[in-house]
């Protein structure tokens, strides 16, 4: 069990899991028949008389379990027709959620960084003041917005507050606080003294997401570093420990991993 509880066999391979329901399932006697697609559970005075196949083929029963999965994912097959049957059988069905789902924010410039990925970052999700969600580890930006695993986990207490704005905030150099953050900044200029701002930043953060941080920063980018105020400064170092994003979705159901 890893963290998140995301539960995974020890080999790795998902064709462990299902040699152990087929053995579990040879062991007692079930009849297995594969690609046979359920089209409706039949009923008779109001109690279920059978299961009719997509062939046409019809199994008698007196009772189903409906084991047909969520709605995500319908290349697995699990494309939703739990619900219907399970609301024709009387079942109350509630408003299905995507989640473990990527996440589109709002801001435009998000683009510029697609197929970057962060290692070893915190975020923190808010909606309004009120903290809803917090993880440490890797994300990842796309052409829509953010995924990867603290993304992914962390949508799940997302969709409860969407489509209404929730802030996903990042803190870029976690190991730092504030002060230790500023020193190291300070030195670095100190050593980079008449370098221009835009040219200052190769040691803190990766390449693509420099640009992003200097037009965020409002800093000159073409200012000599010895010339940036200590406000400035601290802006900067605000900025690196709070990148924020604003949450304003989540990609389709197809791409969740859950529903
Ligand atoms: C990309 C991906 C990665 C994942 N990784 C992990 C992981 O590492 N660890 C983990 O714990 N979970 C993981 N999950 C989640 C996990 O796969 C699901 O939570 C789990 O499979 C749900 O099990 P289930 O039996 O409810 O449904 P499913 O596994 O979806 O099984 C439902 C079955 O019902 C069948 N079916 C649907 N409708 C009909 C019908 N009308 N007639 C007949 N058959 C029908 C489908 O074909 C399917 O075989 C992952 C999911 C995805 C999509």
Redesign the pocket.
């Given at each position: 069990v890893e963290r998140g509880g995301?539960?995974?066999p020890e080999s790795d391979k998902s064709s462990d899991i299902i040699r152990c329901f087929e053995k579990y399932l040879n062991e007692n006697n079930v009849d297995i028949m594969l690609n046979?697609?359920?089209a409706e559970i039949q009923k008779e005075n109001e109690k279920i008389s059978g299961v009719k196949l997509k062939d046409g083929l019809k199994i008698k029963c007196d009772s189903v379990i409906i084991?047909?999965?969520?709605m995500?994912?319908p290349l697995?097959?699990?494309?939703g027709?739990?619900y219907k049957f399970a609301k024709l059988m009387g079942h109350t069905i509630k408003d299905i959620k995507p989640s473990l789902v990527p996440l589109v924010v709002k801001e435009d410039w998000v683009k510029e960084l697609m197929g970057l990925s962060l290692k070893n970052v915190s975020v923190t999700m808010k909606y309004k003041d009120k903290v809803i969600y917090k993880d440490f580890g890797e994300m990842l930006f796309t052409h829509f917005g953010i995924s990867g695993p603290i993304v992914l986990s962390g949508s799940r207490s997302a969709v409860d507050y969407l489509p209404n704005e929730v802030e996903f905030i990042i803190d870029l150099k976690p190991a730092l606080n504030f002060n230790e953050l500023d020193r190291r900044v300070l030195r670095d200029f100190g050593n980079l003294k008449n370098k221009q701002f835009k040219n200052s930043l190769n040691e803190l953060l990766p390449q693509k997401l420099i640009p992003v941080i200097i037009n965020l920063s409002e800093i000159n980018p073409e200012k000599r570093v010895n010339e940036i105020t200590k406000d400035e400064r601290h802006k900067l170092v605000n900025l690196l420990k709070n990148f924020k994003l604003t949450v304003v979705g989540t990609r389709p159901i197809d791409e969740a991993?859950?529903t």
């Open positions: 995301r539960v995974f046979k697609e359920v084991a047909t999965g969520g995500s994912y697995t097959g699990s494309t027709d739990g991993i859950i």
